[in-house]
C-alpha cells in the first residue's frame, strides 16, 4: 500500500510528462473503440438490410438455383410454390412467408440503358417478410398491372418521377427477349444500396408473364419470429419440403460480404495497434526517463534495504497508473465518439462520394456501442502499458546501490 | 362460288408453299457454313460518332472469332464464341475472361449489336412459321413482307417482320419485337454482294429502336464465304496467344 502511494506520487512529480504520455495511450485506445462501433454498426445496418428487403432470414430455392454469387438462373425455379409456402407456414417458429421472382433486366428511359436486377413481388405477402411498403418515400405501392417501385437513386440517375414511363427489358426463361413498358408508381428509400440504387419491383403476376413462367417463382422468403433458432428452423424445413429444394439462412447467402466485414475488422484493428505501439513506446521513453533521472534515488531506496522487488513493484504501478489513466481516459473519448457516431450517424459520402463499397449499406453508417469490448479495450491498455514498463525497470534492478549514488 | 373458293384455297396453298420457299432461299443466301470478313463498324450514340474495326471469322451457329484493330483503345480486344459460351480477351488483362449469359444481351463495344446478334448465325425456316404480309417496297425496290412468329421456344426475337428483296432474296429490313409485342430493333441492309453465288449482306445498320438516337453501321469487306477455317482459330490459345 506505501509502495503505490509512493507510485502515486511519483507519478504526478511531472504532471505534464504523464498526462501527454496517457494521452498517446487514450488517443490509440480511443481509434480502437470508435473502429470497433463503426464495424459493428455496419455489419448491424448491413444485416439489417439483408434480411429486411432482401432475403428474409431464409430463402427456399429450387434444387441447383444457388450455384454462385450474381447468377440468377431460370431454368431451375420453384415451379409449384404454393404448397411449399403451405408447409412452411405450419412451422411455429415462422412468422412470414412470401414468394419473389428475381431476374436480370434493363431499364430503359427512352435514351439510356441500365442494367438492374428486377423482382416480381407478391403484394399481400411481402410485408410478412420485407419492409419494401414501409419503405415507399414517394408516390405509393404496387397496385395496378404496370406499376413499377424504383429506388430513390435509380430515379435521380435516370431522371424519372412519379407517373414516368419506362422500358424493362429482358429475356425469358427460353431467352426470348421480352419487353414491357411500366409507369413508376413510388419512390423506395431503403437504405440498401441494391434496393435505392440498382433495383426495379414489379407485381409477382406481371413477372413471372414477362418470363414466362407461369406461376413458378425464383424463391420464397421466411421470416422467423426467433432468429437464436434459425439453424434449428432452417433444419426443420429442409425435412418438411423435401430434396427438391434447398434451404439458406440469410448469412449463408452473403458469406462473402461477412468475410470482406471480418477483414476490414482486422485491418483496422491493425491500424489501432499500429496507434497504440506509438504510444507503448512513448510509455517506454516516459519510464526510461523516469528510471535514469531517479538512479540516485533508486540507489537510496536500496541502501536504505528496499528489494529489488519493492523497486519493481513500485515502477510497474507507476507505469500501471498511467496506463489506467489513458486507457480511462482513452475509453471516455472512445465512447462519447462513439454515442455521437451511434446517434448521429458519420456520413462517409463527403470522403467517398456515392461509391459502391460491396457491402449492403449506405455511406450513413451508424454506429453500435459494445461495452464488452470498451471493457476488454480497456484492460488491454493497461496491460500493455504494465508489459512495456517492465523493461526499463529491470535496468534499476541491475544497478548497484554504491554506483547509483554515484550516478550525477 | 365453289370455283372461287379452290381457286382460293389454291393460291392460298401456292403462297404459303412460296413464303417457306422465299425463307428457305433467304437462308441459302445467309446462312454460311463459314465466313471470314473485315468489318468496320460506325456506332453513333446521341450524336456522338466513332469508329471500330475488327477482322473475324464464323463457322456455323456455334463458333466464331473476332478481333478488334483500331480504335488504339480496342486495338487487340479479341472475342470467341463456342456453343453458348462467349470469352473475351481484353490485352491489357492478357487473360480471357467468360462472359455471364446475362451479359450475351449487352451491347457489344458500345455499339447496338448485342454480341448474340453477332454470334446468330441459325437458319430463320428452322426457328419460325412465316406469314405473307403482301408486297411492299424498301427504296422502290419491290419486297415480300413476312410475319415470322417462333414456332419453338428457344428464341431470341419472338417474332420478326422482314421485307425480302423480290429478285434477290435478300432481307432488305427486318424489324425484330419482344415476346409483348414491342418493336426492339430494326435491321436495314444498305448493301449486299454476290459472292460464291451467295447474296451476302456488306452493308447493314442496326438501330435501337427503345433508345432515340443511336444507331450502328457495319460494313463488311473482303467477305470470303464457305472456305476452310482451321480449328486452332477457334480456340482460348488463340484467344489469348501473344
Not at chain 1, 418438411?240 to 461477412?258: D, H, M, P, Q, S
Request: aromatic fraction near 8%; proline fraction near 2%.
Amino acid at each position: 500500500m506505501k509502495i503505490l502511494h509512493l507510485a502515486w506520487r511519483n507519478v504526478f512529480r511531472h504532471t505534464r510528462r504523464t498526462l501527454i504520455t496517457a494521452s498517446a495511450i487514450s488517443v490509440g485506445l480511443s481509434a480502437m473503440i470508435l473502429s470497433n462501433t463503426m464495424m459493428n454498426g455496419a455489419d448491424k445496418m448491413a444485416s439489417e438490410n439483408i434480411i429486411q428487403y432482401e432475403t428474409g432470414h431464409m430463402q427456399i430455392f429450387a434444387k441447383g438455383y444457388y450455384r454462385e454469387e450474381g447468377i440468377f438462373p431460370l431454368d431451375t425455379i420453384i415451379e409449384e410454390p404454393e404448397t411449399i409456402i403451405q408447409h412452411v407456414r405450419t412451422h411455429r417458429n415462422v412468422a412470414g412467408v412470401t414468394e419473389r421472382v428475381k431476374f436480370q433486366a434493363r431499364v430503359n428511359n427512352g435514351v439510356d440503358e441500365l442494367p438492374t436486377l428486377a423482382y416480381g413481388i407478391d403484394i399481400e405477402n411481402d410485408s410478412e417478410v420485407f419492409r419494401i411498403a414501409q419503405s415507399v418515400v414517394d408516390g405509393a405501392f404496387l397496385k395496378e398491372r404496370e406499376d413499377i417501385l424504383i429506388g430513390t437513386d435509380l430515379a435521380r440517375d435516370m431522371g424519372f418521377a412519379i407517373g414516368s414511363y419506362l422500358t424493362v427489358i429482358t429475356k425469358d426463361r427460353y431467352g426470348t427477349y421480352n419487353a414491357n413498358d411500366f409507369f413508376v408508381s413510388g419512390l423506395i428509400n431503403t437504405t440498401h444500396p441494391l434496393f435505392d440504387r440498382n433495383a426495379v419491383l414489379m407485381k409477382l403476376e406481371v413477372a413471372q408473364q414477362l418470363l414466362d413462367l407461369d406461376h413458378g417463382v425464383t424463391e420464397i422468403c421466411v421470416r422467423v419470429r426467433n432468429s437464436a433458432q434459425l439453424a434449428s428452423a432452417q433444419r426443420d424445413i429442409t425435412a418438411l419440403i423435401g430434396a427438391k429444394y434447398e434451404v439458406y439462412t440469410w448469412r449463408e447467402l452473403n458469406a462473402a460480404i461477412f468475410e470482406i466485414s471480418g477483414f476490414k475488422r482486422l485491418s483496422q484493428f491493425m491500424i489501432a495497434l499500429v496507434v497504440l505501439i506509438i504510444a507503448a513506446v512513448g510509455i517506454v521513453n516516459t519510464m526510461l526517463m523516469a528510471v535514469m533521472e531517479r538512479i540516485p534515488e533508486i540507489g537510496t531506496l536500496k541502501a536504505m534495504g528496499f528489494r529489488n522487488n519493492s523497486i519493481v513493484q513500485m515502477f510497474v504501478l507507476e507505469g500501471g497508473i498511467i496506463g489506467a489513466f489513458g486507457s480511462l481516459l482513452g475509453c471516455i473519448f472512445g465512447v462519447l465518439m462513439s454515442l455521437y457516431v451511434a446517434i448521429q450517424g458519420l456520413d462517409f459520402s463527403q470522403f467517398f462520394g456515392d461509391m459502391d463499397v460491396g457491402y449492403p449499406i449506405k455511406m450513413i453508417i451508424k454506429g453500435e456501442i459494445d461495452f464488452l469490448t470498451i471493457l476488454l479495450v480497456f484492460l488491454f491498455g493497461v496491460v500493455v502499458t504494465i508489459l512495456v514498463s517492465l523493461w526499463p525497470v529491470r535496468m534499476a534492478t541491475r544497478l548497484e546501490p554504491v554506483d547509483a549514488l554515484r550516478h550525477v | 362460288m365453289k370455283k372461287v373458293t379452290i381457286l382460293l384455297i389454291l393460291v392460298g396453298m401456292l403462297v404459303s408453299q412460296s413464303v417457306e420457299d422465299i425463307l428457305k432461299r433467304v437462308d441459302n443466301n445467309t446462312v454460311v457454313t463459314t465466313a471470314q470478313y473485315k468489318a468496320t463498324m460506325i456506332i453513333s450514340l446521341a450524336g456522338k460518332v466513332r469508329e471500330k474495326t475488327f477482322f473475324g471469322y464464323t463457322e456455323g451457329k456455334d463458333r466464331a472469332y473476332m478481333e478488334f484493330t483500331a480504335p488504339a483503345r480496342d486495338h487487340g480486344t479479341r472475342i470467341l464464341k463456342r456453343g453458348d459460351e462467349i470469352w473475351i480477351y481484353l490485352p491489357s488483362v492478357e487473360k480471357a475472361t467468360k462472359i455471364a449469359g446475362h451479359m450475351l444481351r449487352q451491347s457489344m463495344m458500345g455499339s447496338d449489336f448485342s454480341y448474340e446478334d453477332v454470334a446468330e448465325n441459325r437458319k430463320l425456316e428452322e426457328l419460325y412459321d412465316a406469314e405473307n404480309l403482301g408486297i411492299d417496297t424498301i427504296d422502290n425496290r419491290p419486297c415480300y413482307k413476312l410475319r415470322l412468329t417462333a414456332k419453338v421456344a428457344e428464341v431470341t426475337y419472338a417474332l420478326r417482320v422482314v421485307w425480302i428483296d423480290i429478285d434477290e432474296y435478300i432481307a432488305l429490313k427486318t424489324e425484330l419485337y419482344a415476346k409483348s409485342g414491342k418493336l426492339m430493333k430494326e435491321v436495314m441492309v444498305g448493301e449486299f454482294q454476290n459472292i460464291g453465288g451467295r447474296n451476302y449482306p456488306t452493308r447493314m445498320e442496326m438501330i435501337n429502336k427503345l433508345r432515340q438516337n443511336t444507331y450502328t453501321e457495319l460494313i463488311l469487306d473482303d467477305v470470303r464465304l464457305d472456305i476452310t477455317i482451321p480449328d486452332r482459330i477457334f480456340t482460348k490459345a488463340h484467344l489469348e496467344r501473344q
